[in-house]
């Protein structure tokens, strides 16, 4: 497995959780990271995105203002946080890598996924 997701888990509305994803290094320090999600009968949806350097950060317009990006190169890991989260933030994460982001889910890597419920 070359990109691995954990921290998903059921949490009340309103509530907070942390994601993370670690890859090996040769693929992080390579590429852009993203998280995307899929809602169950949905389609996946981008997230959130962070270029390989760190400096800059995307969010979709349904998220922004409550997760926040971020990565740590020193131990090749990009994380999620989410904060004030919705019912309709219910869904399998995934985190995803490419060398150069984009804001849609044409990634080449993929992890395995993590779900978040969140019960209102």
């Known amino acids: 497995v070359q990109l691995q997701a954990s921290g998903g888990g059921l949490v009340q509305a309103g509530g907070s959780l942390k994601l993370s994803c670690t890859a090996s290094?040769?693929?992080?320090?390579?590429?852009?990271m993203a998280w995307v999600r899929q809602a169950p009968g949905k389609a996946r949806e981008f997230v959130a995105a962070?270029?390989?350097?760190?400096?800059?950060?995307y969010y979709a317009d349904s998220v922004k203002g409550r997760f926040t990006i971020s990565r740590d190169n020193a131990k090749n890991t990009v994380y999620l946080q989410m904060n004030s989260l919705k019912p309709e933030d219910t869904a399998v994460y995934y985190c995803?890598?490419?060398?150069?982001?984009?804001?849609?889910?044409?990634?080449?890597?993929w992890g395995q996924g993590t779900l978040v419920t969140v019960s209102s």
């Open positions: 962070i270029t390989r350097s760190g400096t800059s950060t």
């Open positions: 995803a890598a490419r060398s150069a982001i984009t804001l849609g889910v044409e990634y080449d890597l």
């Open positions: 290094g040769r693929i992080f320090s390579r590429n852009g």
